[in-house]
């Protein structure tokens, strides 16, 4: 079973920055995709970002691009999610998911089998 497990979140000023992690146990093969998405009350869940495990490519929603950026560390089997620029729309709990199929990173939630707890991101003007 994997599970995953975020960190990182917190109260950040608008405009500055933040990273959060997901460290990831169990055992996950080279083929699965990692997503970060992110839930703001009364909302649905909404893409982040994701990467393929193993190649590394990664996809960013056109809602963060060039703020957020996804990366991988192997060899600490974490995932984090660089956030950069923070606005106030981006006020949210973060979550971390795991697809058992890649290297083509998911959008949709359901396509994601497993899930961490979340952290929360609140943004102050």
């Known amino acids: 079973q994997v599970q995953l497990v975020e960190s990182g979140g917190g109260l950040v000023q608008a405009g500055g920055s933040l990273r959060l992690s997901c460290v990831v146990s169990?055992?996950?093969?080279?083929?699965?995709?990692m997503g970060w998405f992110r839930q703001a009350p009364g909302k649905g869940r909404e893409f982040v970002g994701g990467?393929?495990?193993?190649?590394?490519?990664?996809s960013h929603a056109d809602s963060v691009k060039g703020r957020f950026t996804v990366s991988r560390d192997i060899d600490k089997n974490t995932v984090y999610l660089q956030m950069n620029n923070v606005q106030l729309e981006d006020e949210a709990k973060y979550y971390c998911a795991a697809r058992p199929w890649g290297p083509t990173v998911a959008t949709l939630p359901r396509s994601y089998d497993f899930w961490g707890q979340g952290t929360r991101v609140t943004v102050s003007s």
């Open positions: 990467i393929s495990w193993r190649l590394g490519p990664t």
């Open positions: 169990g055992p996950i093969a080279d083929y699965y995709t």
